[in-house]
């Protein structure tokens, strides 16, 4: 499924679950600290876990195994099934007897309305250095984290190999490029147009040591000013698309070789193979020696905070992450595994999850509080910008005022 499309369910479920914080019984971070898995501690045997994945059903199909094999090894039972029900679903079975014990491969950006309603148990002894550092801030707040990772993604710069020999090192390079043989991508998704409005220090939200901050936003900043420029210069300077581009149509025309560079993520990799399209991936190019950074997406796994079997949840967990990520995440749903000693390993072997790879390194993870739901705001008003109806400064205060519009109305 492609990332605007996740975006949009996002939006409907948020819709959903804005009012629901004032019944779910006043909890507090306290509720998220109950005591985790330690080194000292072991599952004792004969209890009974639940695990629900939002990955897709292949992917649960294949997670059923690796459950199992723990259940052996402890002396437990685990039913793994595949969540398809809305955030709101989750939040009030969590507050109940038929909650979970685990989530595993839920989108990291959504850990923020989780922990603001208490459902998320800590995670006191992550080994921070089997993953990626954007990996672990995804999932942390401060310096504690409330999840594993699971798998990673982010976005990167298609290029088809009979129309660009070498991958553009910098955005000069991509503009010079695209004259020749044109460029195309989702620009009115602020998804895709992010690295585009971050390229000279643009930000969502203000990033304090880890914490970030919701009333600071930088879209009226003289950078994200200037991002914005860049963005609305893709179609009203350089003309490479017009400003109704859909992502479908960019897809196309990339896949069509009408079109030689294209935005997108590892979820476009398999059709386009399939399509015997010649195309190699390569991280976003640079802008003043910086790369452009990407959103960086992280499915994550977590102990229910309400799970009567937390030490057991836990190791279960831990395990799934430990051993899932193979034969389940990366043969299965080739996702990008996020334990680094899986991804040096694909990473040798294959050149295009490589580029996202090293993408990821260069992002910047998805804010993963609850106003991040807001920011997609951006995506009603992005068409005035690429239109050239409004200037870059004037759709900075715009962008700003829609989103604290929608901050205030979530609250």
Sequence with gaps: MKRSKRIIALLCSTLLVAGLFA??????????????????????GGKELVVWSYLTDPEVAALKPVADAWAKKTGNTVKVQADKGDFQAFLQAANSSKGPDVMFGVPHDNLGTYKKAGLLAEVTDLDKSKYPENAVKA??????????????????????????KEAP?????????????????????????FPFYASDGGYIFKDNNGTLDPNDLGFNKPEGIKGWQLIQDMTQ?????????????????????????????????????????????????????????????????????????QTEAMDLLKYLAENAEEPVLLNVGHRIPA?????????????????????????????????????????????????????????????????????????
Excluded at 139 to 164: C, Q, R
Excluded at 242 to 268: C, H, R, V
Aim: glycine share 8%.
């Design 169 to 193: 090192k910098t955005v000069d390079d991509l503009i010079a490029d695209a004259k020749k043989v044109g460029f195309k991508c989702d620009i009115n998704n602020m998804y895709y147009s």
């Design 139 to 164: 999932v942390s707040y401060g310096d504690k984290a409330y999840a594993i990772p699971v798998a990673v993604e982010s976005i990167a710069l298609f290029y088809n190999t009979d129309k660009v």
């Design 237 to 309: 300077k350089y003309k490479f698309m017009t400003p109704d581009i859909k992502g479908d149509i960019a897809m196309g025309e990339f896949q069509n070789g009408k079109t030689g560079l294209y935005i997108s993520g590892p979820w476009d990799v398999e059709g386009l193979k399939k399509a015997n399209v010649k195309f190699a991936v390569a991280p976003m190019p640079t802008m003043n020696g910086k790369p452009l950074p990407t959103f960086v997406g992280v499915q994550a796994g977590f102990v229910t905070a309400r799970s009567k079997n």
């Design 23 to 44: 019944g779910c019984g006043g909890s507090k971070d306290k509720d998220a600290k109950k005591p985790a898995n330690t080194q000292e501690e072991a599952p004792k």
């Design 339 to 411: 334990l680094n000693s899986v991804a040096d390993k694909v990473k040798k072997s294959d050149p295009i999850t490589a580029a996202f790879i090293e993408q990821v390194d260069n992002g910047i993870p998805m804010p993963n509080i609850p106003e991040v739901m807001s920011m997609w705001k951006i995506n009603d008003s992005l068409n005035l910008l690429t239109s050239g109806k409004v200037s870059a400064k004037d759709y900075g205060a715009k962008a700003e005022n829609d989103v604290k519009s929608a901050i205030a109305q979530q609250k």
